[in-house]
T-cell receptor, first 111, second 114 residues
Framework: QKEVEQNSGPLSVPEGAIASLNCTYS??????FFWYRQYSGKSPELIMS????GDKEDGRFTAQLNKASQYVSLLIRDSQPSDSATYLC???????????FGTGTSLTVIP | SAVISQKPSRDICQRGTSLTIQCQVD?????MFWYRQQPGQSLTLIAT?????????ESGFVIDKFPISRPNLTFSTLTVSNMSPEDSSIYLC???????????FGQGTRLTVV
């Protein structure tokens, strides 16, 4: 059984701070890694995807991947109250096209 | 990304009845997926809807309880049969888009069984 582990939180940060969200996964053959944001009562929306070791930046978001440590993270710079949501980490092994989701980290950005 | 329309958005149903959820995509996609998200939980894959063949179900989910149709490359339905309060959940359809195989979701169906 492939596992994706996240700290459920809740994580609270003040507005303007950096929020750091972490995720570990159990399957070394995982190829693709994703971060989704889910507002309460809404469906998940894709924020970032990352496939290679290192950092990938998109606006205020930076995804970091370390396959050797089986670790992926998401940094949110200059956090805004609108970033308050649950963040889901997901991995895909590429072969079966099945996604495995973590349980999510609840983030609250305090104005 | 593909536009995914899912309906109904919510429903309240009596136990013992069935509800069919529809998912329409604005482009042809090979793979469509159905997930369940119980309150406070993450997403659990129910099944993969295959066009032209039977759906592939994950452990713990069976066709008699969750029959799925996939008549073409843009449409699928999930039926929740003989419902009980334990079926109260959000049901989500999803597609994966090549080449990055990123997953995108419909708006979800919030089901309450009373």
């Amino acid at each position: 059984q492939k596992e994706v582990e996240q700290n459920s939180g809740p994580l609270s940060v003040p507005e303007g701070a950096i929020a750091s969200l972490n995720c570990t996964y159990s399957d070394r053959v995982s190829q693709s890694f994703f971060w989704y944001r889910q507002y309460s009562g809404k469906s998940p929306e894709l924020i970032m995807s990352i496939y290679s070791n290192g950092d990938k930046e998109d606006g205020r978001f930076t995804a970091q991947l370390n396959k050797a440590s089986q670790y992926v993270s998401l940094l949110i710079r200059d956090s805004q109250p609108s970033d308050s949501a649950t963040y889901l980490c997901a991995v895909n092994d590429g072969g079966g096209n099945q996604f495995y989701f973590g349980t999510g980290t609840s983030l609250t950005v305090i104005p | 990304s593909a536009v995914i329309s899912q309906k109904p958005s919510r429903d309240i149903c009596q136990r013992g009845t069935s509800l069919t959820i529809q998912c329409q995509v604005d482009s042809q996609v090979t793979m469509m997926f159905w997930y369940r998200q119980q309150p406070g939980q993450s997403l659990t894959l129910i099944a993969t809807a295959n066009q032209g063949s039977e759906a592939t179900y994950e452990s713990g989910f069976v066709i008699d309880k969750f029959p799925i149709s996939r008549p073409n490359l843009t449409f699928s339905t999930l039926t929740v049969s003989n419902m009980s309060p334990e079926d109260s959940s959000i049901y989500l359809c999803s597609v994966e888009e090549a080449p990055a195989l990123e997953a995108f979701f419909g708006q979800g169906t919030r089901l309450t069984v009373v």
